[in-house]
């Protein structure tokens, strides 16, 4: 989609991916060409690369309270997922802590690397929701003993936006000696992340959630945890991954990530006061219902329109030029019930009958009121059909 086609629609999936900033763009593009040596090359090329990871390792570092050490450089998500819980799982097997505890609403890079665990041996306790989709201390409570490993519970959930207490979980998780992660990639862009603040022994976010490009993560890990070897290979990220690191990738997140961090507070104003327009809107549209509680960030809409099926009311608006999700992006070719609607009580008729709005920084006032103006008719149509 070129800066054209995204400016003619009206994109509301900014949970899903947003585009790359033009600033953080600028200071990429040098690493396609100019300075497009390898990191790991000793000569003046490689040095002016590795000297580039460096500074966006301290840039990053500095901006969530950690060292430099503790941060390392991942494809996106996913990986940094992957690898939190098999490090959090690994780092205590031999003082025979063989269960980990897992928020039935984490993202599938979560859960599939838990039941990945599960078929290794490890005891997996999934930790439910109330119906406002939080996970309350006392559910905690009852997930976590001395053989707890790990917890993770995410900072904010990618369908509904509901936040998490994860300072008091974490201090759960540490009372019983476990180690505690958070998967932070829906809540970094709108919450300033601080990993001694929050008490995250084990953290990941991912750089195109907020304007940096795709192909960039992050995973925090607190010195002193063993860590897991994830790619062989190379020496690269210490040893523990190897492959040849993608420069450009790696500057454009820590570009992105610090003036996300300085726009933080304004962005999210402005995203707030779209956000309470468009439920006010909704809110006088027949047959809704809003899924998820406060607190919440202030970007995520999951509403319900009851009797319309979610996937046949996103092609009818997507043909009018409006981008939404019906469940997570990374399911979105499937037609499964969301698994964080259906662990909030919601049945299966009413999961697929729900959507998620998510807006971003350049979205408009004009653009909601149009939004909401084809939703009605579109819902209209959908309902008389
Ligand atoms: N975790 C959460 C909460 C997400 O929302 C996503 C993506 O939507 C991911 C992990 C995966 O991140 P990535 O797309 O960078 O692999």
Same mark, same amino acid.
């Given at each position: 989609?070129?800066?054209?086609?995204?400016?003619?629609?009206?994109?509301?999936?900014?949970?899903?991916?947003? @585009?790359?900033?033009?600033?953080?763009?600028?200071?990429?593009? @040098?690493? /396609?060409?100019?300075? /497009? !040596?390898?990191?790991?090359?000793?000569?003046?090329? !490689?040095?002016?690369?590795?000297?580039?990871?460096?500074?966006?390792? +301290?840039?990053?570092?500095?901006?969530? =309270?950690?060292?430099? !050490?503790?941060?390392?450089?991942?494809? =996106? !998500?996913?990986?940094?997922?992957?690898?939190?819980?098999?490090?959090?799982?690994?780092?205590?097997? +031999?003082? =025979?802590?063989?269960?980990?505890?897992?928020?039935? #609403?984490?993202?599938?890079?979560? #859960?599939?690397?838990?039941?990945k665990l599960e078929a290794e041996g490890f005891c997996v306790r999934w930790i439910p929701v109330n119906e406002g989709g939080m996970v309350e201390l006392n559910a905690v409570r009852s997930c976590v003993n001395d053989k707890t490993a790990l917890v993770c519970v995410m900072a904010a959930n990618n369908e509904t936006g509901v936040l998490q207490p994860i300072k008091e979980i974490a201090t759960l998780a540490h009372e019983c000696g476990a180690l505690f992660f958070t998967d932070a990639v829906q809540a970094a862009p709108y919450l300033p992340i601080d990993v001694k603040e929050l008490s995250a022994d084990i953290l990941s976010f991912s750089s195109h959630k907020f304007y940096g490009p795709k192909g960039g993560g992050v995973l925090y890990v607190k010195s002193g945890v063993k860590t897991e070897r994830l790619i062989v290979g190379g020496e690269q990220e210490k040893g523990l991954r190897g492959g040849t690191t993608n420069v450009p990738a790696v500057v454009g997140l820590a570009a992105a990530y610090r003036k996300n961090v300085a726009t933080m507070s304004e962005t999210n104003a402005k995203i707030r006061a779209l956000r309470e327009r468009f439920i006010k809107g909704l809110s006088n549209l027949d047959g809704v219902a809003f899924n998820g509680a406060e607190p919440c960030l202030p970007s995520i809409v999951n509403v319900r329109f009851q009797g319309v099926d979610n996937v046949s009311l996103l092609y009818k608006m997507d043909l009018q030029g409006v981008c939404f999700a019906a469940g997570s992006a990374c399911a979105s070719s499937s037609v499964k019930p969301s698994h964080v609607l259906l662990a909030m009580g919601l049945t299966e008729e009413a999961a697929k009958e729900s959507v998620r709005f998510s807006l971003g920084k350049d979205n408009t006032e004009e653009e909601i009121n149009r939004a909401l103006a084809l939703l009605k008719d579109t819902l209209r149509a959908l309902r008389a059909f």
């Open positions: 989609m070129d800066e054209k086609t995204y400016r003619e629609k009206i994109y509301l999936d900014h949970a899903a991916t947003t @585009p790359v900033d033009e600033e953080t763009l600028q200071k990429m593009l @040098p690493y /396609f060409r100019e300075n /497009f !040596g390898n990191a790991d090359s000793p000569h003046a090329m !490689g040095r002016r690369a590795m000297n580039a990871v460096d500074e966006a390792r +301290d840039t990053v570092a500095s901006l969530i =309270g950690a060292r430099s !050490g503790e941060v390392f450089f991942t494809s =996106g !998500g996913t990986e940094s997922d992957n690898w939190a819980v098999r490090i959090g799982a690994y780092a205590q097997k +031999d003082k =025979g802590r063989t269960e980990i505890a897992v928020s039935a #609403i984490e993202h599938h890079a979560v #859960i599939e690397s838990a039941k």
